[in-house]
């Protein structure tokens, strides 16, 4: 079946840093990504719809400036939390459309993102 | 805005009993519904996808009915194992593919041996 992969899957990091956290679709390309977070015992809110060669389509209430995402190919997405705060902490989970196969998103193990 | 809401927030049965999960959302026009488990800390594991056109997918001990009219999802357990206590989320993808999910809260069950 259809893997996608997060990297890292755990980072710890002092306020005010920049973190990039990497999405892959390992054996299929993408055409749509979308980046999703969760904070503890919540459910997963969508951050913003990501398709290759585009801008990134962000939901109301997530600063495109502070968390930066590029697609520039099928088979990646990264996130990057600029200037992050403990408030910013949370579980970050990438899912993938396959060409072609838009029914089923597949969705990487998540990255816990602690900031100090 | 669609929005999804799973009840009961959480469940704690014996093992061996069969048990059933709900599942509402407001907004009837949706493409499918699909039903996760997710461990503590862990990422999402796809149980059963069910089309809009669909009334109920099986697969194992577990059965997803979808009442697309009435906009209800129900996810039965049967048999439930220790091995089954996690939280279990309903989401639903709108009306075209390629969209994003909508996720409800979860219910977190808890079968004790």
């Known amino acids: 079946g259809a893997v996608v992969s997060q990297h890292p899957s755990r980072v710890i990091c002092k306020s005010g840093t920049s973190v990039k956290i990497e999405c892959r679709s390992l054996?299929?390309?993408?055409?749509?990504m979308f980046w999703y977070r969760q904070f503890p015992k919540k459910s997963l809110m969508l951050m913003a719809t990501s398709n290759e060669g585009s801008k990134a389509t962000y939901e109301q209430g997530v600063e495109k400036d502070k968390f930066l995402i590029n697609h520039a190919s099928l088979t990646l997405s990264t996130l990057t939390v600029t200037s992050a705060h403990p408030e910013d902490s949370s579980f970050y989970i990438c899912s993938a459309s396959a060409v072609g196969i838009t029914d089923t998103q597949y969705f990487g193990p998540g990255t816990r993102l602690t900031v100090l | 805005k669609q929005e999804v809401t799973q009840i009961p927030a959480a469940l704690s049965v014996p093992e061996g009993e069969n048990l059933v999960l709900n599942c509402s959302f407001t907004d009837s026009a949706i493409y499918n519904l699909q039903w996760f488990r997710q461990d503590p800390g862990k990422g999402l594991t796809s149980l059963l996808l069910i089309q809009s056109s669909q009334r109920e997918q099986t697969s194992g001990r577990l059965n997803a009915s979808l009442d697309k009219s009435s906009g209800r999802s129900t996810l039965y357990i049967a048999a439930s194992q220790p091995g089954d206590s996690a939280t279990y989320l309903c989401?639903?993808?709108?009306?075209?593919?390629?969209?994003?999910?909508?996720f409800g809260k979860g219910t977190t069950l808890s079968v004790s041996s």
């Open positions: 989401a639903v993808q709108a009306n075209q593919a390629g969209t994003a999910l909508i």
């Open positions: 054996d299929f390309q993408a055409t749509t």
